[in-house]
């Protein structure tokens, strides 16, 4: 004899969930470009990025000469003092994750960390975009207050110099970043993104064994071209790739792999 069991009354069948999206890439970064904002230490950075480069425009209009005050002359010096702070911005996107003990929740939401990073530099890289046309800008302003106050206030440009900004700001902030992934400690990244180049190019000029290489892989020698007028030669391009394989893109390579591999706690 066979007895079947009915199904109790009022059972619920259980719930299907739907599967949980994961946020799409253009999602994170736009996270990331809040969380520059956001953070007293990027926000402050921003803010002293714009200054400065409206003071070198101002000064510029104060104390150049009037035949010098054009369009270029106004844009290539703000470059230079933005291009110094825009690589801190960088190593604090990456190691505040860090520093401020977020990790944890970052990589909880999105397991997958190789997307967190992308985004990460994603959102820095549109950081060095936004400088170089707050450069634009204030070079703009300063051209027309120049023609209007006297000085040549001409608009002659020459437009490989954009590229050459544009090359200079996100490279120089991507390496940065890539100190940041690779040293995973704010302190150590900045004083490492500065002292060792710097220590490398002072090792160039007093050894003489190393005044060749120097000329490969000194970045303050390999990128100069960049604030020039003059055409980058393809000389000059060789030496600029060969500079940012050592200093951009094997740390960047290096500290992707240890940030992938290291514990969160």
Known sequence: MTTTTAPAAGAVAPRQHSSVRRPSLLRLSAVEVRKLVDTRAGRWLLI????????????????????DQTFP???????????????VLGILSIT???SQRTALTTYALVPRRERVVVAKLIAVMLTA????LASLVFAAVGTLVASATGGAGTWT???S?????????????????AFGLLLLNPPLAIVGYFLLPTLWGVLGEMVKPLRGPSEWLDTSKTMEPLFSSDAVTG???????????????LPLAAGLFR???????
């Open 157 to 159: 440009f020459d437009w």
């Open 129 to 132: 975009l936004a400088s170089v």
């Open 48 to 67: 002293t990025i714009g200054l400065v480069t409206a003071l070198i425009v101002t000064l510029q209009l104060i104390y150049s000469k009037e035949a």
């Open 161 to 177: 110099l954009l590229l050459n900004a544009v090359i200079l700001q996100v490279t120089g902030v991507l390496t940065g970043a």
């Open 73 to 87: 002359n106004f844009f290539v010096p703000s470059l230079l003092p933005v291009s110094v702070l825009l690589p």
């Open 259 to 265: 940030t992938l591999r290291r514990e969160v706690s």
């Open 96 to 98: 505040s994750e860090w």
């Open 235 to 249: 000389g000059q391009w060789g030496r600029i790739v060969v500079s940012l394989l050592v200093w951009m893109v």
